[in-house]
């Protein structure tokens, strides 16, 4: 079973950057895809970006070329770097892991809250 942890969610400026870091338990993290989704109040739970085993990556249209999400193997971490940030980036952000067609694990969320 993994456990997966955010942090670095919080209150930033329209235009600010944060970065989000997802520390994940377990012996085989480096062979779980994972990823990154937020929920905004009255809203559906959304893919933002998601990184394979191998490194390649997949970004939701309304945040590519503003955030960037990156994995370490040796750390058992994936993180989202999150730069020119808008209002409408506010949500709770959440972590995932997922092997092969398994049901993923998710982590319990963090709050992004961005001010315009």
């Known amino acids: 079973q993994v456990q997966l942890v955010e942090s670095g969610g919080g209150l930033v400026q329209a235009g600010g950057s944060l970065r989000l870091s997802c520390a994940a338990s377990?012996?085989?993290?480096?062979?779980?895809?994972m990823g990154w989704f937020r929920q905004a109040p009255g809203k559906e739970r959304e893919l933002v970006a998601q990184?394979?085993?191998?490194?390649?990556?997949n970004y939701a249209d309304s945040v590519k070329g503003r955030f960037t999400i990156s994995r370490d193997n040796a750390k058992n971490t994936v993180s989202l770097q999150m730069n020119s940030l808008k209002p409408e980036d506010t949500a709770v952000y959440y972590c995932?892991?997922?092997?092969?067609?398994?049901?993923?694990?998710w982590g319990q969320g963090t709050q992004v809250t961005v001010s315009s």
């Open positions: 377990g012996r085989t993290f480096s062979m779980y895809a």
């Open positions: 995932s892991g997922r092997f092969g067609l398994q049901q993923p694990y």
């Open positions: 990184i394979s085993s191998g490194g390649d990556t």
